[in-house]
């Protein structure tokens, strides 16, 4: 049985966050409160849609409610979509490009635990179709910009474990290898989760792909606990983890995981 226990405070702190984040969804919502803002603010105001979007779903889901979950995670993602859509084309800032398939790839988790084929299908082209760098969208800068080296690379994979196109997945799985040597602690762990569980669904090994989720539910615990206050979403659910786990059984992969951290209603 999954079990969260939330301290008073912590439970209290989830409710405010919530109201918080609804009143901000009311605000970005308002038309006239869109038209106000200026076209390179727009990407940033989706972006915190998003986020506002992604709390409120695995809120919901901690909540029990279910199809409250589901609507939230389907604005994620169309919020994602439009954001990664604008801040490649838009005067913005550089960070929020290089990130491009990270938000792609959160997106596609998402899809993958709504199990909305139209949206799986969708995210997963983008992904496979997005080059190693874009021009840089700033006026008069003659420049390419690459996205993020990790962020690319795991996108890639997960990308092409969902199409079961792996013929090219070796050399992705090869650059996530070596820049997990260059890192430590937390990034290093999730870097080995997905390299791990990749390996599992290409030799077809579910103790494998178990031992991979469970390293990133386990770097997700201490990424949750590292601070003095537990990271309140956090410890409700981890997408990444969750979508591993969804993606694990889309292979038909019957993969049991008693977690804190993903949901019963993804078991049902």
């Not at 989706?46 to 389907?74: N, T, V, W």
């Not at 990664?84 to 491009?100: A, F, S």
């Not at 178990?210 to 201490?222: C, F, Q, V, W, Y």
Request: with cysteine; charged share 35%; glycine share 6%.
């Amino acid at each position: 049985m999954r079990e969260i226990t939330l301290t008073e405070d912590e439970k209290e702190r989830a409710k405010s966050s919530a109201e918080y984040n609804e009143k901000q969804l009311r605000r970005k919502y308002d038309q006239e409160y869109f038209e106000e803002i200026p076209d390179e603010k727009v990407p940033t105001v989706l972006f915190g849609k998003a986020l506002d979007h992604e709390f409120l779903a695995k809120y919901s889901l901690f909540e029990g409610k279910i199809e409250q979950a589901r609507e939230h995670f389907q604005q994620y993602i169309e919020a994602f979509v439009q954001n990664c859509e604008k801040v490649v084309v838009t005067d913005g800032v550089e960070g929020g490009i290089v990130l491009v398939p990270l938000k792609l790839r959160n997106a596609l988790y998402a899809a993958l635990i709504l199990e909305d084929e139209t949206e799986i299908e969708r995210l997963t082209t983008k992904i496979l179709d997005l080059p190693r760098e874009v021009e840089f969208p700033w006026e008069g800068v003659d420049e390419m910009i690459a996205f993020d080296e990790e962020e690319y690379h795991q996108a890639k994979i997960i990308a092409m474990l969902v199409r079961g196109e792996t013929e090219d997945l070796s050399s992705h799985l090869d650059v996530t290898n070596e820049l997990r040597e260059e890192k430590d602690g937390l990034a290093a762990r999730y870097l080995t989760g997905i390299d791990t569980f990749a390996n599992g669904i290409l030799e077809e090994d579910e103790a494998t792909i178990e031992a991979g989720i469970t390293t990133t539910l386990n770097a997700h615990h201490n990424d949750t606990h590292q601070h003095e206050k537990r990271d309140i979403e956090g410890l409700m659910m981890s997408l990444e983890a969750t979508g591993h786990y969804k993606l694990a059984h889309r292979h038909g992969f019957d993969v049991r995981l008693d977690s804190p951290y993903i949901p019963d209603s993804v078991h049902e």
